[in-house]
Nanobody
Framework: QVQLVESGGGLVQAGGSLRLSCAAS????????MAWYRQAPGKQRELVAA??????????KYADSVKGRFTISRDNAKNTVLLQMNSLTPEDTAVYYC???????????????????WGQGTQVTVSS
């Protein structure tokens, strides 16, 4: 069983920064992808950023809406993933969820969706 615990959400003014952290525990195989999704009220959950483990290539990908503002990183030894969020806008307000999925092919991200393991979510609120 894999457990994911997020931290770091909160309230920030537009233009500010926050850093989210997610720690994974349990039996975790090294070929995985960790990601951040978010869900705003009345909207579908969307992928924000994802990163492959070092054994799977270490690549990253971002939603167009956060490119240049958000940075995802991970510590493979500790199974933690960080999301540094800069230049936040009210449109970034959402519940942010950590996700872990296993990778079947080197360098290839798993399909986006509701598969894998999920954290409980952390609220990010950006005031204007």
């Amino acid at each position: 069983q894999v457990q994911l615990v997020e931290s770091g959400g909160g309230l920030v003014q537009a233009g500010g920064s926050l850093r989210l952290s997610c720690a994974a525990s349990g039996t975790i195989f090294s070929n995985n992808a960790m990601a951040w999704y978010r869900q705003a009220p009345g909207k579908q959950r969307e992928l924000v950023a994802a990163i492959l483990s070092g054994n799977s290539g270490g690549f990253t990908k971002y939603a167009d809406s956060v490119k240049g503002r958000f940075t995802i990183s991970r510590d493979n030894a500790k199974n933690t993933v960080l999301l540094q969020m800069n230049s936040l806008t009210p449109e970034d307000t959402a519940v942010y969820y950590c996700n872990l999925q296993y990778v079947s092919r080197w360098g290839v991200f798993p399909a986006e969706g509701r598969q894998g393991y999920w954290g409980q979510g952390t609220q990010v609120t950006v005031s204007s």
